[in-house]
């Protein structure tokens, strides 16, 4: 497959690359089929370090990847991974609480970071010129991160106004997580990233120290570095600043594995929502499977835009008995889900609702898409992914994903080129491996105060 | 806190220290690398620019014309926005529902608006799909249809935006700070238009609009991306062959603002308020001034960046906002500078008060060594951070274009910013900012704010439309 996909790369270089252009074509390439070249480099102390240099590149960006997500908390404990995201801002042994990201947009870059139900990740795009102090900034927090009671105390109550705000502003954030607790029994994926009320109320400065301790090691954290640099220089920075950090054991407790579903689920909230949302999910395999991109651009056929095909059946045109539909395929590393939620309009029969959309989406594995489809959903996702590539954030994005999500930073390229070739049967047999009652997961969430009109079963 | 806490300013101060001696960018090194590009001028006017960039596949068509706000004639504000808005809802031989499915098929993107001084069209695509690209983009551009229904439908949602403004107090700051500041200044209304204005408006109007400025000699095109040059000039060439030149010269000059008379005070009254929003400004300088970088360099140091002197001083220290920033607006013949922030009614007095304190005292006494230092590595930094996309950098060659900025513009950006001496900042803070000619606009309870401020200045309350 490997082989197969240089080939393809090499093969589409090739079609691709221009004739000189009347010397416009300085520092121009062939159009590329990933996101960059780069190279993977282990540190003594067991940090993998990416380089993808660039010279036409406008930025550079530095980004520490750690394979430390809430899928590695335990009963108890969720919201430790996300809550120590901020105390990563906290200060350590050289740089004062929160003066890291200063310190960066004095540079005039950026600073930020991100908890996916997966990993953490935290980065910033700079000039060229301040490579270096990035470098520094991180190799102190993470050999040197203050992880005191104030701190701790500090955060929880950021975290917990965080949570409260979400939850306040999206009726649809909290429909999808009473999915996810259905759909799943025993993976961590049926908590919230951010961590249940209970436990964040709770969470003690030893649980952060234990996930700092197990997860925040050398050897489980990936460094990116993508853009305006040299390849030599970021790796005498990487010695110097990172190869320092001690080794230390990880914790290495398996996450909990999902039993396979063998019947549909269903379940019934009530909460506060403006109308009756229905919530649906199907068991699809993990972000690395090869059928990925069929997934989505099934997801993006079924619910993407006006001309989507339950857009047309349910919202716009057909029936009207939705405000709106919409879904995805949420990418996670185990197990995907491939989602669905729809907003019904007053009136709407809600059993007849709940069938004709499971109807409309289960057909997808029943009969080939037309080509005139899958042709404007691969051009949507291929630009969609193009565009993510244009800056040096969105290529670490990619590249650092691609290799702790999927175990390879080429999987990138390789998704889009998979997603080129792809034909209406490929999309067919994909659907007919997930698009199944078996898998299926059901939520109904319901205005607390009033009475549901049609059958919520 | 602990003593550990306490003991952080000095470490902070040590690292910087550290910081600056260790990774003190080598001076004009990291000049910006702008990809090869060609200007043309068509036969019919149109100025033409083609940046090949190949990274990706991606092409990016963007048009600038000299079509703003500015040149909305009197009595009918808002007319240059609800002519933009109105290119993608019918062209050619697609109505708006087609545009929107045919780009939405190619997964591309085809945008049109106004600014003050500029009516701007964007389309993106992927580069296998240039052809389709090009044909809506150029459609939208020159066979707008304007559908009656679809301007009514415009108009509608126009005068429901103007509407939904009033009620947020910075957006109705920002509104009347123009009339109040530049009168009758062509500049001085709101891109949107006034209720009364926008209500007026007839399809006709935006008709005649189109014909008069979304003309090629009033137009800056660039193309960037995955495109061969010499290609790209035939397929445009071709493409917009048919777009007739108004052959008028380009008489939409406007006087520069006066930047004197003293300090004058607005109320907008807006009697629930609780916080009060504040604008302090003046008259400023046009967009190709050649003190553009000392006035840049200058402004970052009191209220551009994140540790300026207004944030560190009216944030952080007298703790009377949560936000504060200055800004130069800059056109093709005149300019503003204006600081922009808001605080508790009750603090109002002595927010204006420190802010005009921070500002008088840097115009007096200039900034420090290592202010000037910080501001110029700030800017230096930021810079190349913005124009990595090629949308951004279409956007950037057309800016230089449309303001007759020096050519080299993009790539001596950097060199220009290390070029601004200590004597340059000084010069220009006593000549351009503003201290006790700056004007005051306050949107808040006019009965507190006119105890609040009295003895500033004469005071004129404003009723709320």
Request: glycine share 8%.
């Amino acid at each position: 497959m490997r082989h197969l996909g240089f080939l393809l790369l090499f093969a589409c270089a090739a079609a691709a690359a221009p004739g000189p252009a009347s010397g416009a074509d300085t520092g121009a390439r062939p159009a590329a089929s990933g996101p960059a070249e780069a190279r993977l480099v282990t540190l003594k102390n067991g940090m993998r370090l990416l380089l993808a240099p660039d010279s036409t590149a406008a930025a550079v960006d530095l980004a520490v990847w750690v394979d430390a997500g809430p899928v590695h908390e335990r009963a108890g404990a969720t919201g430790v991974a996300h809550l120590f995201e901020h105390m990563m801002f906290r200060g350590s042994a050289h740089v004062a609480a929160q003066e890291h990201s200063r310190l960066i947009q004095a540079e005039g870059g950026t600073a930020n970071a991100t908890t996916t139900p997966d990993l953490a990740c935290y980065y910033q795009t700079l000039p060229r010129a301040a490579l270096e102090l990035a470098f520094r900034l991180e190799g102190d927090r993470l050999a040197s991160l203050e992880l005191s009671p104030e701190n701790l105390e500090a955060e929880r109550s950021v975290v917990r106004d965080e949570k409260r705000w979400r939850a306040e502003n999206s009726p649809v954030g909290r429909a999808l997580q009473q999915l996810y607790a259905v759909a799943y029994t025993r993976h961590p994926y049926r908590w919230p990233v951010i961590g249940l009320d209970e436990d964040l109320a709770r969470v003690t400065l030893e649980d952060c120290r234990q996930f700092f301790r197990g997860h925040y090691a050398p050897d489980n954290a990936l460094v990116t570095v993508v853009g305006d640099f040299d390849a030599g220089e970021a790796l005498g920075y990487a010695k110097r600043w990172l190869e320092p950090v001690p080794r230390r054991r990880v914790d290495a407790t398996p996450v909990p594995a999902e039993p396979p579903q063998t019947a549909e689920r269903r379940a019934t909230a009530r909460m506060e929502v403006p109308v009756r949302l229905l919530v649906l999910g199907w068991k699809a395999p993990g972000h690395a499977d090869p059928d990925g991109p069929a997934l989505q651009l099934l997801a993006r056929i079924a619910f993407n835009g006006p001309s989507s095909r339950l857009n047309r059946a349910l919202v716009s045109g057909g029936k009207q008995s939705c405000l709106l539909v919409q879904g995805g395929l949420d990418g996670r590393k185990d197990a995907q889900l491939l989602y669905a939620v729809a907003a019904l309009r007053p009136g709407a029969d809600s059993a007849r609702v709940e069938r004709d959309l499971v109807g409309e989406v289960e057909k997808l594995a029943g009969e080939p898409v037309s080509d005139e489809e899958l042709d404007r959903a691969r051009r949507q996702e291929e630009i969609g992914t193009l565009f993510s590539w244009q800056t040096a954030r969105g290529r670490a994005e990619a590249l650092g994903t691609a290799q702790l999500v999927d175990g390879d930073w080429r999987a990138a390229g390789e998704r889009l080129e998979r997603l080129r070739r792809l034909t209406p049967a490929d999309l067919q047999r994909a659907a007919g491996r997930v698009l199944q009652a078996a898998g299926r997961s059901v939520v109904w969430a319901l205005p607390a105060n009033a009475v549901a009109q049609g059958g919520a079963r | 806190m602990t003593s550990a806490r306490k003991a952080r300013p000095m470490f902070r101060r040590l690292l910087l220290a550290a910081c600056a001696a260790a990774f003190a960018a080598p001076a004009g090194a990291a000049t910006f690398r702008l990809p090869a590009h060609t200007k043309t001028t068509f036969e019919n006017g149109l100025t033409v620019i083609v940046m090949p960039a190949r990274r990706l596949p991606l092409v990016e068509f963007r048009l600038v014309a000299r079509a703003g706000a500015v040149n909305d004639p009197a009595g009918r504000e808002g007319l240059a926005g609800l002519t933009a808005e109105l290119l993608t809802q019918g062209a050619g031989r697609r109505d708006a529902r087609q545009i929107a499915e045919d780009i939405a098929f190619v997964g591309g993107a085809l945008d049109a608006t106004a600014s003050i001084e500029q009516a701007v069209v964007t389309c993106e695509v992927l580069g296998k799909d240039f052809a389709t690209g090009l044909g809506m983009f150029h459609d939208v551009i020159v066979q707008p249809t304007f559908p009656e229904a679809e301007f009514k439908r415009k108009q509608s949602e126009t005068l429901g935006a103007i509407a939904a403004q009033k009620d947020d107090p910075g957006t109705v700051a920002n509104n009347e700070l123009g009339p109040f500041l530049m009168g009758e200044s062509p500049l001085a209304h709101p891109v949107i238009g006034y209720a009364r204005t926008v209500g007026a408006l007839t399809r006709d109007d935006a008709v005649a609009f189109h014909k008069r400025f979304l003309v090629p000699d009033r137009c800056i095109l660039a193309v960037v991306g995955d495109v061969d040059a010499k290609a790209v000039l035939a397929a445009l060439g071709k493409a917009f062959s048919d777009w007739k030149p108004s052959g008028e010269k380009p008489a939409d000059a406007y006087a520069p603002l006066p930047r004197d008379g003293g300090r004058r005070v607005l109320i907008v009254s807006k009697p629930e308020v609780t916080q009060s929003q504040i604008r302090l400004a003046c008259g400023g300088v046009p967009r190709n001034h050649p003190d553009y970088f000392a006035i840049t360099v200058a402004n970052t140091i009191l209220g551009g960046g994140f540790t300026s002197r207004l944030v560190n001083e009216i944030r952080v220290n007298q703790g009377l906002t949560y936000g504060i920033s200055s800004r130069w607006g800059m056109y093709r013949n005149a300019g503003t500078f204006t600081i922009s922030t808001f605080t508790r009614n009750e603090k109002l007095r002595k927010a204006v008060d420190a802010t005009l304190g921070v500002v008088k005292q840097l115009v007096d006494q200039g900034p420090t060594e290592q202010e000037l230092a910080k501001a110029r590595r700030y800017l230096t930094g930021q810079y190349p951070l913005g124009l990595q996309a090629p949308d951004a950098l279409a956007a950037q060659l057309a800016t230089v274009e449309f303001y007759g900025l020096p050519p080299d513009f993009i790539e001596t950006y950097t060199s220009r910013v290390e070029g601004v001496t200590m004597a340059d900042v000084k010069r220009v803070l006593k000549e351009r900012f503003c201290t006790d000619d700056l004007k005051l606009l306050v949107v808040s309870n006019p009965k507190t704010a006119q105890e609040s401020l009295a003895g500033l200045g004469p005071i004129e309350v404003k009723e709320m439309e």
